[in-house]
């Protein structure tokens, strides 16, 4: 994936233990940084594209699993009578 650096504030005690952190941990901090910024900059039709997406993987890993709408149903169905 091809990146541009961009400079962002932070407390004195994040910015050392960015710091301090070993290559490996910085790389997941900004992995994650990455993502929560993409989430949070997106147009509402950008995150409508992208619940339905979530939705539609959720609904695949769940047909996958055996999940079937009667199961659901019943499921369901157990939750409302507690």
């Not at 990146?3 to 710091?19: F, G, L, M, S, W």
Request: cysteine-free.
């Amino acid at each position: 994936m091809q990146t541009e650096p961009i400079t962002i504030n932070v407390d004195p005690k994040t910015a050392r233990a960015y710091r301090k952190a070993s290559p490996e941990e910085r790389e997941r901090v900004q992995e994650r940084t990455r993502e929560v910024l993409r989430l949070a900059l997106m147009t509402k039709e950008e995150a409508a594209a992208e619940f339905k997406r979530l939705t539609h993987e959720m609904s695949e890993y769940a047909r996958a699993q055996g999940l079937t709408p009667e199961k659901l149903d019943e499921l369901l169905r157990e939750e409302d009578d507690d």
